[in-house]
């Protein structure tokens, strides 16, 4: 039988050509989602004092160190006031009172310092025994101290997950605690927790340390490493050889034109003080009376203007936030495909919606609905049919009710052949409205007019791409894409940059601008301008 299903990718702040830090943990989850739910030395602090524990004969690769890591990680779920997830990420148990250590970012807005909720509870799941199954979300547990600071929280169980009275006895199984100054470059680390790429089941990853950073900014260190950390594992456990707790994942520094990534972990000295007061508050009875989560209201749809997508890219998966193969022609026997987009200026509770149409029949019908994810950032949905796909596909997308983009592919029948790259665009069809495609160093600050024309520019500059209107009618929409075409290799051919779109009117200047925090590739690029989503004007010029 036939099974086709939407589902939607992970949302990262990330936005190409930038590097940035990207929090670890999921925000949520909007498509089939997981059961019941998208910052020298590594520490100047002084050495905590280890939980005491047999000194290990083997590695945390195999037997009963690694058995004991794994079945100390906790799921944590924050949900909203509404008792709605909001936000999900992992945790370390460090008594068997059920005192757990996790990232702030998981349970709260570390820049306002805001809980999610505002009893500060978090569900927690707890993984079974034979560690081949999703975790039951047993109980709830709420913050007892934080330190935004080093993105910390130290929580409780204070009650089962309906906010029942907890047995006399928890005795959850812990975590050795190790002692984080001692760890050296080149030592292995392995990383524990609930990354969403885990399809829900405790995950275990292994690399080395690859290096500490200083960061005066968030008043601690970084441990860094390649171990695979992503959404979900924030405020999991870096253990080292021995099975020791040695640090928190907490971040991940993404290259989107590199394609390359490093985890951040926070040393576990840096939680001392967190630690110790779990140590003293373990044998302290629980005072807990939970509050029955609020009825959530009727969602109240609001239209943003500002609100914008950019161009859709079709390709095969998202990787680290960056479109894998991107293209619109795809083989035969292909049973995936999936969308991709940028968006900016989106809030909770914006009306939006999706429409997928498949050789001309709608399949997946999606409008009017409310915004949940974040202010800008990706977003990527997948169309699957498990008989293959064939034909033409299209996915519409609407900001409030009206469309703002789509765009298609297709899927070719057996013996149809593939071409390796992408079509070379259509012709430009001049709809009068623009007199001028101008590409220059800059523009003036007044009129917009270009500064320095050329068509050759370094790899530090900022590109512009300056039309002339001509007696454009009010709100004629103008849209500039930017494309690398040929990177001698480093991206795919006609790779989508960037794409910007404004609403005008009458005889003016206009100047779309790109830059980068970093350099452009040598090579060859692109910018097509489009008049009302019809391709009007574009222009060639390179980097050298």
């Given at each position: ?16 050509l ?40 083997n590695?945390?690769?195999?037997g009963?160190?690694l058995?004991a ?7 944590v779920?924050?949900p ?8 999900s ?93 001692k760890v ?44 695979e950390?992503n959404p ?10 021995a ?32 630690i ?10 629980v005072?807990f ?10 969602p ?16 095969d ?5 960056k ?14 495909v999936?969308?991709?987009w ?9 009306e ?25 950032g ?17 996915l519409?997308l609407y ?5 703002v ?14 071409p ?17 495609l101008?590409?220059a ?14 068509t ?31 990177s001698g290799?480093?991206?795919p ?5 960037y ?7 009458g ?13 452009w ?19 060639g010029?390179?980097?050298?």
């Amino acid at each position: 039988m036939s099974h086709r299903v939407s589902t939607l990718g992970v949302f990262a702040l990330v936005l190409a050509l930038l590097l940035v830090p990207a929090l670890a943990c999921d925000p949520f989850t909007d498509l089939e989602p997981a059961p019941a739910a998208t910052p020298t030395s590594p520490s100047a602090a002084p050495s905590l004092t280890a939980v005491p524990s047999a000194t290990p004969t083997n590695t945390p690769s195999s037997g009963a160190l690694l058995r004991a890591a794994l079945l100390s990680s906790v799921y944590v779920l924050t949900p909203d006031d509404y008792g709605k997830p909001y936000s999900s990420g992992s945790g370390t148990i460090l008594t068997p009172q059920g005192h757990i250590l996790t990232n702030f970012h998981v349970v709260g807005d570390s820049s306002s310092g805001k809980f999610y909720n505002k009893q500060s509870l978090a569900y927690i799941g707890i993984s079974p025994s034979e560690l081949n199954a999703k975790p039951n979300l047993l109980y709830l547990a709420q913050v007892i101290k934080s330190d935004r600071s080093l993105d910390l929280a130290l929580l409780r169980i204070v009650a089962t997950k309906d906010g029942g009275a907890l047995p006399s006895d928890l005795n959850l199984p812990t975590l050795s605690i190790g002692d984080s100054d001692k760890v050296q470059i080149g030592d292995e680390v392995s990383v524990i927790g609930f990354p969403t790429l885990g399809e829900g089941t405790v995950t275990f990853t292994k690399g080395i340390v690859s290096g500490f950073l200083d960061d005066p900014a968030s008043a601690g260190s970084w441990i860094k490493t390649d171990t695979e950390i992503n959404p979900g594992n924030s405020g999991g456990a870096a253990i080292n050889q021995a099975g020791e707790f040695i640090g928190i994942p907490t971040r991940v520094q993404v290259d989107m034109r590199l394609a390359g990534k490093l985890g951040k972990i926070r040393p576990v000295n840096l939680a001392k003080p967190l630690i110790q007061q779990a140590q003293r508050d373990a044998q302290s009875p629980v005072a807990f009376t939970f509050k029955p989560w609020s009825v959530a209201p009727t969602p109240t749809v609001r239209v943003v203007t500002t609100a914008s997508f950019s161009a859709i890219i079709f390709c095969d998966e998202v990787k680290d936030g960056k479109p894998v193969n991107p293209r619109t022609t795809f083989p035969a026997g292909t049973k995936k495909v999936t969308a991709y987009w940028t968006f900016k200026g989106m809030v909770k509770g914006q009306e939006w919606g999706r429409v997928w149409v498949e050789n001309g029949k709608t399949i997946v019908d999606k409008r009017a609905q409310a915004w949940e994810g974040l202010e800008s950032g990706w977003i990527s949905y997948s169309l699957s049919d498990n008989d293959g796909m064939a034909g033409t596909y299209e996915l519409q997308l609407y900001i409030g009710k009206t469309l703002v983009v789509k765009g298609g592919f297709t899927v070719v029948s057996s013996g149809t052949l593939v071409p390796t790259r992408a079509p070379a665009p259509t012709g430009p069809k001049a709809s009068g409205l623009i007199t001028s495609l101008t590409m220059a160093e800059g523009s003036k600050a007044d009129t917009k007019e270009p500064v320095n024309p050329t068509t050759v520019f370094t790899p530090t500059s900022v590109f512009h791409a300056i039309i002339r209107t001509n007696n454009a009618p009010p709100n004629t929409r103008f849209k500039a894409m930017w494309y690398i075409v040929d990177s001698g290799g480093a991206v795919p051919s006609n790779t989508l940059l960037y794409t910007k779109e404004i609403a005008t009117d009458g005889t003016r200047y206009v100047d779309f601008t790109l830059s980068t925090t970093t350099r452009w590739y040598v090579g060859t690029y692109r910018v097509e301008i489009y008049v009302n989503d019809a391709l009007d004007e574009m222009q060639g010029f390179s980097v050298k």
